[in-house]
Structures are given as structure tokens and as C-alpha cells.
């Protein structure tokens, strides 16, 4: 059983090593398109945890006729909880030095917090997600899954004492328990699979990422572990050419999921239920000496596992806080995943282990090991909170913050898996008096970014705006996307240009092959999956979603005004940067020529297919390098005010900006219908 969890854990880590959440690389690191979705190996830690528990209730149940809560929730507390307290108390010190107190600092303690009450899932659903961006700055993230775990041991060993109970009036305990817990799990992966699938219960938001952070959702998957324990003595009579055969097919599928399933698709979902069927046949394995059962028993695999605990505590955070520090660096996370192992080995030798083997912490001791850890934590937290929510004496610049109003109210979705039902009205804007029209803008974070402008621009020219744009998905057809949820807004978004029938359509996204370097970066494929794209089929195949848009929107008889994406910066925003330990970060001001050099590839293919009387194209380049202190330069901040709020989005003062050069386009343009 150690094998299997060193394995997991190694997927874990490598994973995290090798690409952020968000599916893609970090900083380039070999291991980011090697193992494309180790973050598998949690789902194999729910299949394990629910065999263990239950096999040593069953135990005890057997030894002593009974269960003892007792006993029960004192291990799991001298198990969990002081390395846990031990990690956040480290971690959160850490945080103080190397985040930002404006935002990424107080968004990890609120999720430490909320690990320490055991609901960091929940915390994690309504804030945010384990793919999105905003994952990849907080180093408590991973903490999700232990809160999953943690309440499905409230659930488990009661919903078994109470089959067992009555099971016991039949004189059927052991069929009560396989009987209640079948259908708990059927239920659970019902309820999975119904969210995969799109379904909202109560209206609720993001199915899919309810599905992957939400505890009723996962419960089938230590349910399929707590199964097997429970039939185990079936198990054990497998022929043991058949137990190496699912040994053999169980690990091989592990290995070939991880390494090949498309972290950009919806998960959970039936690709999970093969995960959790190989990790169940890797465990069944074990009832014999298979091949399969003696590579996982090997000493440093049973040294790895007796550790897997710590090691999954430890190398998150240090991974996030490398990355911060040295954010260009591929070997910062690679680097941290390694040596995340010494903390670990040092928290299992002297906190986890010697706490755990206590059998005298039971009852009150229980209580006040419970008390001290978690209060423990509460103190530390509340006051990390409390300083950075003053910025630990550092001044916070204006107008970093200064951003789009479409994002408050809706009209910008973010999440990949949210609803993409248009807001209404709340989306529309109207000059004074009666519109002459209204301009209609689509597109993805780089279209939101250039919504003040365009709202400034329809208002000057007496025209009326709706807005309805998403991060990551482009209005665009057949442009390359990863999510099924993007598909569903394009088509809603077309829905919507025949609702609004608008006079000017305004199309605004950033490439996915912005340059030859960034391109490397992406695991954009083709259609079959098998071959990755050359820079030149990438920007072909951006600019012939491009044509095709066009073509389309004429044929209703709608002009399109593309505004192009501003000059990206290199390296993390200052924003990010500003910590304790880097009061004062460097402002990006790259040169005007090397930002025109990355986008020159795209930038041209853009303007061949963007031509003809119903088509106008805005350069920000001009408005946004041309007039600071340095015109050979780019800048993100200039008398004073912030033009960016992150490394290629503009804020308002920035967007508007552009707000003349989008008048004029659309003027010629509507001039001309």
C-alpha cells in the first residue's frame, strides 16, 4: 500500500513541478508536457484512503464487536493534524515575506484559515478553482483534497456503524455495509457524472468544478476502496495469474492516464472512474505476490510512502513560493519539489511519527492536541491577515486595481465552467438621449480589457454598448479552445450578435500564438491530438479563425473593428512582485522594437486577412508606447498612472487610451454602411 502512495504522491509533485494548475507550463520545465495529468494521483490517494479506514475499522470491529469513535477520530487527529499545523505555521511566516500583501498574501490565509476548519474545498468553490489562474499564487491550494478527505471521515466510519447496526438486527452486518455503501457511492458518482454533464442543482455555479472540489461528489471514489476492503475476503481467492493481470493493467493505466489525458478537459468525469477502477485493481493485486504488488514493495518506494503525507504537505507551497521568487526560472519548481523532501522527511521524523505512535493522546489529550494545532494555527493566520490587510507598512501604488466594470456585474466571465447565460441588461450601456445604435463587444480577457475604450468611444459617437466577453475563449470559429464550456459561449455568442443585431461588432483576443517563444509554451494540437503545431501552423490556423469570423459577420452585414492586443510584458507584474522581500520591484519597460518583435508574426497574419470596406483594425501600440517619458519604450506606469494591471491586460486609464483611435476607426466605418 506505501507503493502505491509514493506513487501518487510522485505524480502529484511531478505534475506540479512540471506545469501549473492551469494545464500549461510554468517556465518552461521539461516535466510540463511529460506528465500532462498527474494531478490523478489524488483520486488514487481517495481509493487507498477509503480501503485503509475502512479495513481497520473492519479490524477492530472484528477484534471487538464494536467501533470506538473514540479511538477512531484520536488517531486520525494525531495523524492529520500536527504536521498540518506544523505545514501552515511555516508556510503562512514564509507568505509574509514572499507575497504580496495586495491580494495573493490574504487570499492564502483566508484559505489556510479555512483548511484549518477543515472546508478549504468549499472556501476554494466559491473564490475560485483548482485550474484558474489564480491558483498558481496560492500555496494552499492542495490543502482542498485533505479537506475532502477529512470530511469524508466524519461520513464513513459513522454510515458504517450504522449498516453494521442494523445489518447486525438481520444478522447480515458485513451485507448491510457493502449494501449501504454501494448505494452511497452510486449516488455519489451519479451525482459526478450529472455535473459533468452540465447540470446546476439549485442553480449553482460551475457544475464541474463543484464536482471537483465538492466532498458528495468524491465520496464514490473512496467508497470503490472501502468496497474492496469490505469483499476482501473474496478478493484474497483471486487465481494469482488474475491478480497479475490487474496488477499489471491497473498500473499501466495509471501511467498512461497521467500522462496522457488533456488537463484542459472538464474533471472529474468518466476519465476519473478509469482512475479509480486501475487504482482498485492495483490494490487487488496486492492479495497475492504479483509482479505488480513486489515493485511497489520495494524499500524506497515503502520509504517514499511512509512519507507521501508530509512530502504531499510540504511541496506545493515551496513550489509557489520558488516560482514567485524566480518566476523565469524552470528549475525554481523543480528545485522546490526536490527539496520540499527534507521538511517533509524532517515533519514526519520528529512531529508526524512521534505523535502518531502516542496511543496516550486519546480522549482529552485528543481534544487538546485538536485545540492546540488548529488554535494554533487561528493566532498565526488571524495575524498574517491583519498585517497584510495593512500591507505590512508598504505602500500600495493607485490605480493598480483600476480595473474593467464588466467583471463586477458579470458581462466578463472567468472560470472555465461557469454558467454562460448573458447577464441582460446589466451589460448594456446608453449615452444620453437616444442611441443611434448599438456596438456590440465579444472576445476574450484581452476584449474586456479593451471594453472602457470602446464604451467611450460608442458614448462620443452617440451609440449604445453591450459587452459579453470570457477569459480563454476567443469569438472566433475554429479557434483552438480546451474547454467545452467555451464552445457553448462562441455558439451563445453568435446567438447573441442576432439578438442584439448590432451596427459594429468589436473583436479583441489575445493569440495563443503570440510569438515563436510563447508558442513553445503552449500544447496547442491538432485536431487527432498526436502532433504538436509549428509556430506557422499555429499563426495560419489563428489567422484562418480570423477570416472565417469576418467572412461570417459580413454575410449579416455586421462591421468588425479588431483591436489589437497590447504589447505583453516579460517576467511577473510588479503587483505580484511587491513583498516584504522586494519592496520596491523593477517596472517592466521593454522596448518598443523587441514587444513589436513578439507580436510580429501574428500582427502580420492579422493584417493580411483583416482588409475590405467592412473591416478596421486599432494598433495600441501607438497610444500605449508613444506617449510616456521614454518613446522607445513601452511602459506600464506614466505620470502616475497605472496603464496595466497585470503583465498584457490594460486597466481603465489604460484602455482608454485607445478610446480615439477606436472612434475613429468606427466612425470611418460606419460612414461607409
Known amino acids: ?34 506528465l500532462r495529468a498527474g494531478f ?57 515575506l514572499v507575497l504580496s500583501p495586495f491580494g495573493p498574501q490574504q487570499f492564502a490565509v483566508r484559505t ?27 500555496p494552499f491550494l492542495h490543502t482542498w483534497s485533505l479537506s475532502v478527505e477529512e470530511q469524508t471521515y466524519v461520513v464513513l466510519p459513522l454510515g458504517l456503524a450504522a449498516a453494521a447496526w442494523l445489518g447486525g438486527r438481520l444478522r447480515r452486518e458485513r451485507a448491510a455495509m457493502v449494501v449501504a455503501v454501494a448505494v452511497v457511492s452510486a449516488a455519489s458518482l451519479a451525482l459526478m457524472l450529472a455535473l459533468y454533464g452540465g447540470w446546476r442543482p439549485g442553480g449553482a455555479e460551475a ?18 476502496g472501502a468496497l474492496l476492503a469490505l469483499g476482501w475476503r473474496h478478493v484474497e481467492r483471486v487465481p494469482r495469474a488474475v491478480a497479475e493481470l490487474l496488477g499489471a493493467a491497473g498500473l499501466a493505466t495509471l501511467v498512461v492516464v497521467a500522462l496522457r489525458l488533456d488537463p484542459g478537459l472538464p474533471f472529474p468525469g468518466p476519465a476519473t472512474v478509469v482512475v479509480v477502477v486501475a487504482t482498485a485493481a492495483v490494490i487487488a493485486a496486492g492479495a497475492r505476490p504479483t509482479l505488480v504488488t513486489r515493485g511497489l514493495s520495494v524499500r524506497p518506494a515503502v520509504w517514499l510512502g511512509d512519507r507521501s503525507y508530509s512530502w504531499y504537505l510540504w511541496h506545493w507551497p515551496l513550489i509557489v513560493l520558488a516560482v514567485v521568487v524566480w518566476p523565469r526560472s524552470w528549475a525554481a519548481p523543480l528545485a522546490a519539489g526536490a527539496l520540499s523532501l527534507l521538511p517533509a522527511w524532517a515533519a514526519h521524523r520528529w512531529v508526524e511519527q512521534p505523535v502518531r505512535l502516542d496511543t496516550r493522546v486519546v480522549g482529552r489529550r485528543a481534544v ?25 507598512g508598504l505602500v500600495e501604488p493607485d490605480g493598480w486595481y483600476d480595473l474593467p466594470n464588466g467583471r463586477n456585474v458579470g458581462c466578463h466571465v472567468f472560470n472555465r465552467d461557469n454558467d454562460v447565460e448573458f447577464p441582460g441588461e446589466v451589460c448594456t450601456t446608453r449615452p444620453p438621449g437616444t ?28 451609440y449604445g454598448t453591450v459587452q459579453w466577453t470570457r477569459s480563454g475563449c476567443p469569438f472566433l470559429v475554429r479557434a483552438p479552445v480546451h474547454s467545452p464550456a467555451c464552445e457553448e459561449w462562441q455558439q451563445r455568442a453568435w446567438a447573441l450578435v442576432e439578438q442584439v443585431d448590432p451596427d459594429l461588432v468589436v473583436l479583441s483576443a489575445d493569440s495563443p500564438a503570440y510569438t515563436t517563444a510563447a508558442l513553445a509554451e503552449e500544447e496547442l494540437a491538432r485536431p487527432d491530438g498526436t502532433h504538436p503545431v509549428s509556430a506557422d501552423d499555429a499563426v495560419a490556423q489563428w489567422a484562418d479563425a480570423l477570416a472565417t469570423t469576418v467572412a461570417r459577420l459580413e454575410a449579416l452585414g455586421v462591421p468588425v473593428l479588431w483591436v489589437g492586443a497590447p504589447p505583453a510584458f516579460e517576467g511577473r507584474f510588479p503587483r505580484d ?83 480615439d483611435d477606436v472612434a475613429d476607426a468606427a466612425a470611418r466605418l460606419l460612414d461607409q454602411r
Open 207 to 224: 457544475p464541474v468544478r463543484l464536482a471537483f472540489l465538492g466532498t458528495p461528489a468524491r465520496l464514490w471514489e473512496f467508497g470503490a
Open 112 to 138: 489556510a484559515l479555512a483548511a484549518n476548519a477543515f472546508v478549504a474545498n468549499v472556501f476554494l468553490y466559491l473564490r475560485t478553482g483548482y485550474f484558474d489562474a489564480t491558483a498558481a499564487q496560492n
Open 368 to 392: 487538546r492536541l485538536g485545540a492546540v494545532c488548529i488554535g494554533g494555527v487561528a493566532v498565526v493566520g488571524a495575524g498574517v491577515l491583519l498585517g497584510s490587510s495593512r500591507g505590512w
Open 577 to 659: 512582485q511587491l513583498s516584504l522581500l522586494r519592496p520596491r520591484p523593477d517596472l517592466p519597460a521593454p522596448p518598443r522594437a523587441a514587444a513589436s518583435a513578439r507580436r510580429a508574426q501574428v500582427w502580420a497574419a492579422e493584417q493580411r486577412v483583416l482588409v475590405g470596406p467592412g473591416v478596421a483594425v486599432v494598433d495600441p501600440f501607438g497610444p500605449l508606447c508613444d506617449q510616456g517619458p521614454d518613446r522607445d519604450r513601452c511602459a506600464v506606469w506614466v505620470d502616475g498612472t497605472w496603464r496595466y494591471y497585470d503583465d498584457r491586460h490594460l486597466t481603465v486609464s489604460g484602455s482608454l487610451l485607445l478610446a
Open 1 to 34: 500500500m506505501q507503493g502505491l502512495r509514493a506513487l501518487a504522491v510522485l505524480m502529484v509533485v511531478a505534475f506540479h513541478v512540471g506545469g501549473s494548475p492551469v494545464g500549461g507550463t510554468r517556465s518552461g520545465s521539461p516535466l510540463g508536457t511529460f
Open 435 to 462: 442611441a443611434a445604435g448599438t456596438w456590440l463587444v465579444l472576445g476574450d480577457l484581452t476584449a474586456d480589457s479593451a471594453a472602457p475604450a470602446v464604451v467611450a468611444a460608442a458614448d462620443r459617437l452617440g
Open 40 to 96: 490523478v494521483g489524488v483520486d488514487v490517494f481517495f481509493v487507498v484512503s477509503g480501503f485503509v479506514i475502512t479495513a481497520m475499522l473492519l479490524r477492530e470491529r472484528d477484534r471487538t464487536g464494536r467501533t470506538s469513535f473514540r479511538d477512531f477520530y484520536a488517531r486520525r487527529a494525531r495523524r492529520l493534524l500536527p504536521a498540518l499545523a506544523l505545514m501552515t505555521v511555516v508556510v503562512l511566516l514564509l507568505c509574509v
